[in-house]
Nanobody, 126 residues
Framework: VQLQASGGGLVQAGGSLRLSCAAS????????ITWFRQAPGKEREGVSC????????YYTDSVRGRFTASRDNVKNTVYLQMNSLKPEDTGIYFC????????????????????WGKGTLVTVSS
């Protein structure tokens, strides 16, 4: 599975962006896709998970209520709508996919993912 993230950019605090993660490849064998982000000098953190079957979502506390993940299984694309952006949301956003379903309590753990895409930079100015 190859993943391509896009949609990053520069936005003022309070603004919105929508990220996309397109999955491709000869075997699209994934059960969930998760967004991670990494700010300068910080560790990578899980932001949101979305399950391919059923569309269940899960968010880290800092973005819950502001970010919304969605999917289009026909296009094999996952989206992350980010509203009310804050400067602390700045970072490189990556999407990752896992073949086998995991419990939601583990879905923000970067160690469980099989496939990673290159990131897209999100910069939120104050």
């Amino acid at each position: 599975v190859q993943l391509q993230a896009s949609g990053g950019g520069l936005v003022q605090a309070g603004g919105s962006l929508r990220l996309s993660c397109a999955a491709s490849g000869s075997s699209l064998d994934y059960s969930l896709i998760t967004w991670f982000r990494q700010a300068p000098g910080k560790e990578r953190e899980g932001v949101s998970c979305i399950y391919r079957s059923g569309g269940s979502t899960y968010y880290t506390d800092s973005v819950r209520g502001r970010f919304t993940a969605s999917r289009d299984n026909v296009k094999n694309t996952v989206y992350l709508q980010m509203n009310s952006l804050k400067p602390e949301d700045t970072g490189i956003y990556f999407c990752a996919a896992r073949a086998v379903r995991v419990v939601v309590s583990s879905c923000l753990n970067s160690k469980v993912y099989d496939y990673w895409g290159k990131g897209t930079l999100v910069t939120v100015s104050s």
